[in-house]
């Protein structure tokens, strides 16, 4: 693949499992708070198909309200667990950007935006799902395992914005 990875934040110290013949789509593949790409690349490495390049990006570490402030890979500040909780829509938007960009890589580089699948797990099954509703292109899908959708309330029709998106979701349920 050519481009400059560089240019893309995110990219430069992303794992990336190759595949072993031309690629003609992509994984794009979220890990939860406090882990890195690491933790999910053994998994797309053994469900990898040879056509399919898989990118796990790791998150910035930055401080979390909710686990005392305390620095570790997330990819924006979580303050609640509370459906009502205050959210960072402003890291959260910043974040969707960088996975856009991402996106946006892939694409000038030949991959198509309906054959980019979206993913993650946690905070990022979140962010995917987030990022995957917000997106002007039309993605492949995105599987968003054990997650919430930020800024909820941003979305009051969102299923009907789904209509061309394939969706795999997976949520956490909270009770009051």
């Known amino acids: 693949m050519c481009g400059n990875n560089m240019s893309v934040p995110l990219l430069a110290e992303a794992v990336t499992v190759s595949g072993t013949e031309k690629e003609t789509a992509a ?10 790409g690491h933790g999910w690349s053994d998994a797309m490495t053994s469900i990898r198909l040879p056509y399919v390049k898989y990118i796990c990006p790791h998150a910035p ?3 979390v309200t909710l686990n005392m402030k305390m620095t570790m890979p997330s990819w924006f500040d ?3 667990l509370s459906p009502e909780s205050p959210e960072d829509e402003a890291g959260i938007k910043r974040a969707a950007e960088n996975i856009k960009a991402i996106i946006d890589h892939e694409t000038k580089n030949g991959i198509p935006a309906n054959r980019v699948l979206l993913g993650g797990f946690s905070q990022g099954g979140a962010l995917s799902l987030y ?3 917000t997106c002007q292109q039309q993605l492949a899908g995105v599987v968003a395992l054990s997650c919430w959708l930020p800024l909820h309330k941003t979305f009051p029709q969102v299923w009907a914005l789904c209509v061309d998106v394939c969706i795999f979701l997976s949520c956490k349920l909270l009770r009051h």
């Not at 994984?27 to 890195?36: K, Y």
């Open 27 to 36: 994984v794009i593949f979220l890990h939860g708070l406090g882990d890195t």
């Open 131 to 133: 990022t995957a509703l």
């Open 78 to 80: 979580l303050m609640g």
């Open 61 to 63: 570490r930055i401080p």
